[in-house]
């Protein structure tokens, strides 16, 4: 979660790495996703660390433009699930629970489902840090997905998975131990 402008700063930077973006900034036409994420991102900072009556107003005019670009985009991705790193794979329908946590450098990819349990809201799934989730993948429940886990394309993942596994299927099951190691853009980051 973003608390400082320092964080703020690290987020973008890792957003913009796992994009595979090369300039600093996203080009006037075009760069949908990587506008959306440098948005995503403003709007958290806003929210979690700005005080004030004029930060507050601003804050109202970021979930406006956040709201109608989501609408735009197909994309219903809450403020704080996503750690740095984040990179959706283009734009079309990604859902996410408020309650999910999605750990650092992911990509998600059209088609994904990121929910709670039936019947309980917060019973939501937490993914570990470099995970690579494929089109139309739906995961539910209170469940914890390691890192370095690959979802194959339109796995129903409702149980728990370990570390560097790959997993397919629905119900998804492991299909190798390979994991994402390859299928991501990153640095590694040391603190």
């Known amino acids: 979660m973003i608390q400082s402008k320092q964080d703020y700063l690290e987020y973008l930077e890792e ?6 973006e090369k300039g600093k ?8 996703v990587w ?27 970021l979930q406006a433009r956040f709201h109608y670009s989501s ?6 991705i809450p403020i704080n699930s996503c750690d740095p790193g984040l990179s959706i794979g283009h734009i079309g329908p990604i859902i996410i629970n408020g309650s999910c946590k999605i750990g650092r450098n992911c990509r998600i990819h059209v088609g ?18 470099y995970c690579y989730i494929g089109p139309g993948v739906k995961i539910f429940g209170k469940i914890s997905i390691g890192n ?5 394309a339109n796995a129903v993942v409702t149980k ?15 299909i190798n131990e390979k994991g994402s190691h390859g299928l991501l853009n990153y640095h590694e ?3």
Do not use: M, W
């Open 15 to 20: 957003d913009r790495i796992a994009l595979g």
């Open 25 to 32: 900034k996203p080009k006037l036409f075009g760069d949908e």
């Open 35 to 61: 506008k959306f994420q440098r948005l995503l991102r403003k709007y958290e900072y806003y929210s979690n660390c700005k005080k004030g009556l004029i930060s507050k107003i601003f804050c109202k005019y």
């Open 71 to 76: 609408i735009r985009l197909g994309f219903n």
């Open 112 to 129: 994904t489902n990121i929910g709670s349990q039936a019947g309980k809201r917060d019973a939501c799934p937490t993914i570990g840090d």
């Open 148 to 152: 370095h886990v690959a979802i194959g």
């Open 160 to 174: 728990d998975f370990p570390d560097n596994v790959t997993i397919a299927g629905a119900p998804a099951k492991i």
């Open 189 to 191: 980051y040391h603190q």
